[in-house]
């Protein structure tokens, strides 16, 4: 039987890489271009940071400040807190092949559901969201974010249909494993052509063609 509703990430899949966006980021500061990712991944402190920025537990000047003294002080170099979280973010680009999927899937009949970790909101702007989604999902104004399985509940309940009858669109893995724990089926993006396809699957309806 056909999925009914689909899900689907902001930043990696509507966009262009997100982890490329945080490199060149780095790179503007004289910083390697793994930085803020390898911060991240080393640094139990700034890990809970980036959680509590993406609940808006932490504001995105509070964060700022935070993240670029950390980063400053362990590559010895000067990183300019304000305006951070809109810098890391600032290469994104709207990837107008997912772009067009999402508008064919909706036209088609199929509730979207944009479901995002939110780590400040100047990013979305770069879409007219509104016009891709029936309801968006940030884990800042819910308080919660992927990969916890209550976010999915959120948007299958905001899409009108229980979460098997959901498809979810992610660049990472762990979203996906989250989504999976309530019956959410995932689709790992890599390429918007691959993602067409695999979405055709679940759809039963074309958006290869919007792809290209």
């Known amino acids: 039987m056909p999925a009914r509703a ?77 305006g951070l979280v809109d810098r890391l973010n600032g290469a994104l680009l709207p990837d107008e092949r997912m772009v067009a999927v999402t508008r064919a899937a909706r036209a088609a009949g199929v509730p979207t559901v944009m479901v995002s970790n939110s780590l400040g909101y100047g990013a979305y702007r770069i879409l007219d969201l509104n016009a891709l989604f029936d309801a968006q999902i940030y884990s800042g104004r819910v308080g919660i974010r992927k990969p916890s399985r209550r976010i999915y509940a959120l948007a299958a309940e905001a899409a009108g249909v229980g979460p098997a009858e959901c498809v979810m669109v992610d660049d990472l893995e762990q979203n996906l494993a989250g989504a999976a724990r309530i019956g959410v089926a995932g689709v790992l993006h890599t390429d918007a052509a ?5 979405l055709e699957g679940h759809f039963d309806i074309p958006l290869a063609e919007a792809a290209r």
Do not use: M, Q
């Open 6 to 82: 689909l899900l689907l990430d902001f930043g990696g899949v509507l966009t262009t890489s997100v982890f490329a966006s945080f490199g060149d980021f780095a790179a503007a500061n004289g910083l390697p271009r793994d930085a803020f990712g390898s911060l991240l991944r080393e640094d139990p402190e700034a890990a809970r940071l980036l959680v509590e920025a993406e609940k808006d537990l932490l504001s995105e000047a509070e964060f700022g400040t935070a993240i670029a003294a950390k980063l400053g002080d362990l590559h010895g170099v000067r990183v300019e807190p304000e």
């Open 194 to 198: 691959e993602t067409a396809a695999a």
